[in-house]
């Protein structure tokens, strides 16, 4: 047990390596806190990220941590994913292609008494990654200005939870974190070694300290011998992060080659919103698992930071994020979890959901987002548990998002996410005859 400890702590470690590294190409994760990230993993993935109501022994749910309870006696799950992707972007005519790898997720539930179940891990919170040009031409002897605009960054969260079966059908359950991170944007304008025109660079930094705190609570009502329905609800505590927000402006002159930097602080603008969600789930047979969920998040209520040209400041504004939508459906059908045919063990999932922005990009919406995924539920044997829901699963998923707004870039994105659930027995005393 103190080497399977040892190794599951050590992949932790790994995980918070791995996920400084950037998971987007999007030029939208420029504004606010960057693109959210879908905080399922790989059972719920091929459902296209339900899980508000979902209870089962033998996966990792941190949708919702009063699903914590659901675990299986004497049983260890932990469950590290990774995701590729393949993203089109087009505005007007013109079209780019972008592709990149990342490490997703790396959590953990164990049973610690009758009726509470304790999960951890760590998962991304936000993702920053950009790097673009635009070209203009000023009427001023017909010089040409070049902004490069780029940025890299992100929050993660480090998280532990418990979840608690007060009655057979309740179960309610509370999740803290640490939330870290940081981002860096820059807008830089350049010009012909002809030009008289001064270049100027602006940046924009923060360095995020701070926690996360969530509470849910799920009830599981069997409706006849072989059907029962799953209510959940989860809130998600909102507030300020406790870091200052700097905007960097570096003027250079264009005759003389000389600098002037000027580096403003915002003082605490930075927040999380109050998250709600509900969702509700019907299993028959423990054969089929349908599920919808939905959640809105009160970004509207918050100010961000930006850079007032006519006062000449960098302070909190008002007006800039607006509240966030989303709705997901799925469904998980397997055959036969029992069978000793081993198709009849594969879990086949397909859902698809609609999210709403929550930033405003020059006055307008944000680009509005549209998804389908489908997936694969791989049992693997191993030497000693090769039957019923003792095995880990090796779960495989595909999922396309579209995010559009009127006069705004236009994504397509492609993405396989593949996660690999271990479940093992590390409480079971052995006997001798």
Known sequence: MNRRIISTMTALAVAIAA?????????????GLGVLSDQSQGFTRGMNGVGLALRRGNIVNTLNPAAFSAIDSLTFLFDVGVAGQITNFKEGSKRVNSR?????????????????????GILPYSNIGYDYTSTSTLGLQG????????????????????????????????????????????????????????????????????????????????????????LGATVGIGHKLGADAYCSIQNINAITSTRDTTVMAAANPLSTPMTYGVGAA????????????????????????????????????????????????????????????????????????????YCRINGQDGPREMSISAGLGLPLQNGWNSRGNMRPVLNISAQWTHASATGLITENTFRINIGLTFNERWFAKWKID
Not at 100 to 120: K, M, P, T
Not at 188 to 194: I, K, L, Q
Not at 327 to 343: E, I, T
């Open 19 to 31: 996920l400084a590294q950037g998971a987007t190409r999007s030029p939208y994760s420029q504004y």
């Open 100 to 120: 990149n790898a990342s490490f997703e997720y790396a959590v953990g539930s164990f049973r610690l008494l009758r009726g509470v179940g304790i999960g951890f």
């Open 143 to 230: 010089s040409t200005v070049t902004e490069t605009y780029s940025g890299s960054g992100g929050l993660h969260q480090l998280f532990v939870g418990a979840g608690w079966r007060i009655i057979p059908q309740l179960s309610v359950g509370v999740s803290a974190g640490y939330l870290w991170g940081t981002y860096s944007k820059s807008v830089t304008s350049s010009n012909g070694s002809n030009s008289v025109v001064n270049s100027l660079a602006k940046s924009y930094y923060a360095n995020i300290n701070s926690y996360s705190l969530e509470a849910g609570a799920q009830w599981q009502q069997q409706l006849t011998a072989t059907d029962e329905i799953t």
């Open 282 to 357: 019907w299993n028959h047979k423990g054969r089929l698992l349908v599920e919808a969920d939905a959640t809105l998040q009160k970004w509207g209520s918050l100010d961000f930071p930006a850079y007032d040209d006519a006062r000449g400041i960098y302070t909190a504004t008002a007006g800039l994020l607006k509240d966030r939508y989303r709705v997901n459906a799925g469904m998980d059908y397997v055959p036969d979890p029992m069978s000793q045919k081993y198709l009849h063990r594969v879990h086949y999932k397909v859902g698809a959901g609609m999210a709403t922005p």
